[in-house]
């Protein structure tokens, strides 16, 4: 008889994005002209002031256990980009550093959530973060947004969801947001914060994109609102995204110190410390950052606007224009609506369009946007163009 589950692991399902990965990496394998659009990860290789400080740390022997909590350099330059960027001071005790942000945000949910708690969670929203919810033994509450509000979060709408979910405890904000792109303004943030304020809401703030934003969008963090709002907010960040070092993989928390301490000890019995040599060539990262950084962010902001505008002048789909991140989601409702294939709903076309077409999406029911796919712009001009060129032939020929 084979050993039963838990209910908790019936309840987490694969990632979409990984499991889209897989199977464009085995079309790729069978020799398939196979572009990409599903994973979000730079295109770019980290640079080499960063990999040079990695071959230092070898050299120097450095591969050891470190701190479980992070090695007190980087710990402390973490503090110094939090107060240089975000106006936000913080002590090396009031960070953990962690196997990346993912890492970061399931060991705060642990650290904080008893069972039953809830979770808001807007949609759509990151893929993970419903599932980091269930593994905590917290439940999520969605609450909508819509495309007129540039897929932000309204406090009416909040309010209403606190109002209407007695064991609400905290609130997962992203911004600039995977899916979708949107970036929060200061008077936004202040609305919301105001709202968890009042009901003494956490808000775990995901800002792993903070330096990919474009036009005159500026990040900025809700933690910056007040001292009434950075007591209840922990903030996550890493490499992964802003510094192309996805495989390194490194996030921190920062947040407050009561917090930062349980969810160490979660890390403790967990994973322990982040590998020696990333720690060491991230204290390098934030403290001697070259030109590379920018010049990504303004090939990132090339390509979106390119993507953009091919995206729009397909008949029938509508387009929310991002203002950071590296995702563009575009509605195709009226293809699934009106189509001579069969086909219902987004991941079906998805397979199609990875089948037929090698163009691999994420359907947007993935992120809780029925009616939608995302497109990662981590990807060339050349392919860009050319995948929208399927991915169009594609919707004119299920119409037809």
Not at 21 to 36: C, P
Not at 79 to 94: H, I, M
Request: aromatic residues 8%.
């Amino acid at each position: 008889m084979a050993i039963k589950l838990s209910n908790r692991t019936k309840l987490i399902k694969p990632s979409p994005t990984l499991s889209l990965s897989a199977k464009a990496n085995q079309l790729k394998e069978a020799g398939k002209d196979v572009i990409s659009f599903g994973v979000g990860e730079p295109d770019f290789n980290t640079p080499e002031y960063i990999k040079n400080a990695a071959h230092k740390a070898l050299d120097a022997n450095f591969t050891r256990y470190t701190p479980n909590a992070g090695i007190m350099d980087l710990r402390k330059v973490i503090a110094a980009k939090l107060l240089r960027e975000n106006g936000l001071e913080y002590a090396p005790k009031d960070i953990l550093v962690s196997p990346g942000a993912k890492n970061s945000i399931l060991n705060i949910l642990i650290a904080v959530c008893d069972t039953n708690d809830q979770v808001l969670i807007p949609t759509p929203y990151w893929v993970s973060y419903p599932y980091q919810t269930l593994l905590a033994n917290a439940q999520p509450v969605y609450i909508e947004t819509r495309m007129e509000d540039a897929f932000k979060l309204q406090p009416a709408d909040l309010e209403k969801a606190i109002l209407e979910s007695p064991c609400a405890k905290v609130l997962m904000m992203n911004s600039p947001s995977n899916p979708t792109g949107s970036v929060y303004n200061r008077e936004e943030l202040a609305a919301l914060a105001e709202i968890c304020v009042k009901h003494d809401i956490l808000v775990i703030s995901d800002e792993i994109y903070e330096r990919l934003v474009y036009d005159d969008a500026k990040h900025i963090s809700i933690a910056s609102i007040s001292e009434e709002m950075k007591a209840r907010t922990v903030i996550v960040n890493g490499v992964s995204k802003v510094y192309a070092m996805t495989g390194w993989r490194l996030g921190f928390a920062a947040g407050p110190a009561h917090i930062i301490a349980a969810a160490g000890r979660v890390q403790e019995h967990a994973t322990s410390c982040v590998n020696s040599i990333t720690q060491k060539a991230c204290v390098v990262a934030y403290n001697e950052e070259d030109d590379s950084i920018e010049k990504m962010r303004q090939e990132f902001w090339k390509r979106r606007d390119r993507l953009y505008d091919l995206l729009n002048e397909i008949p029938h789909v509508t387009c929310f224009k991002p203002q950071g991140a590296f995702y563009i989601m575009p509605n195709i409702q009226w293809y699934l609506d009106n189509n001579n294939a069969g086909i219902t709903n987004a991941d079906e076309f998805c397979t199609l369009l990875l089948e037929k077409y090698y163009v691999a999406l994420v359907a947007g029911g993935s992120f809780g946007m029925e009616g939608t796919v995302r497109f990662s712009y981590a990807n060339s001009i050349q392919n860009i163009e050319e995948g929208v060129r399927r991915f169009a032939m594609l919707l004119k020929e299920i119409s037809s």
